[in-house]
């Protein structure tokens, strides 16, 4: 496995050694040593599974007690994923970061706790798997606007994108529950 940077250094993008020929592929999609040596020390509880149609956008989602790491991963088509710093302590809180993970890169990315997170389908379809560090709580549950202004998420969407009655109603940054 291979760490690959982003703007901000705590959400990091893994590229797995794929071994292919031609009865197909096979790569560690996890694995827990390897995953430290990027500094991914991390203890999964949970594995979720979505699958979702063209210009679906799932998020901003957080958990404001017991946040979630995120192992992400898409199996099927391509989404746009994103990252948002709530963390108010950091130097980068309130920024984003965004990268295309899809079936054919084979791209994971780490989202630890303190992000909101969500994505989009760019793909006639995305099936999407994640591994979190804690439980989903619903009643910590929490949305982050996915068209905040102060955001500023160049979402790549065709049109109005399709979404949850929780994402249509999610706050702004200004009024969001944040993490000390």
């Not at 760490?3 to 197909?24: L, M, N, Q, W, Y």
């Not at 949305?143 to 009655?165: K, R, V």
Request: glycine share 6%; hydrophobic share 45%; charged share 25%.
């Amino acid at each position: 496995m291979r760490a690959v940077a982003t703007s901000i250094a705590d959400i990091v993008v893994i590229e797995p050694r794929v071994f292919g020929d031609e009865r197909g592929f096979f790569f560690e999609s996890w694995n827990k040593r390897s995953l430290a040596a990027l500094g991914i020390d991390a203890d999964f509880v949970q594995d979720n599974h979505s699958r979702s149609a063209r210009n679906v956008l799932r998020g901003l989602h957080y958990q404001v007690e017991r946040p979630q790491g995120k192992l992400v991963r898409v199996i099927a088509g391509e989404v746009f994923d994103v990252a948002v710093d709530l963390r108010r302590n950091s130097s980068t809180f309130g920024r984003w970061v965004g990268f295309t993970l899809s079936a054919e890169n084979k791209r994971m990315a780490w989202i630890p706790p303190g992000f909101a997170h969500g994505f989009c389908v760019t793909s006639d379809y995305a099936e999407f798997l994640y591994k979190t560090t804690d439980y989903w709580y619903p009643e910590h549950e929490r949305t982050l606007a996915w068209n905040d202004p102060a955001l500023a998420i160049d979402w790549p969407l065709a049109g109005q994108p399709t979404l949850a009655a929780k994402d249509a109603a999610g706050a702004s940054l200004a009024d969001a529950e944040a993490y000390p």
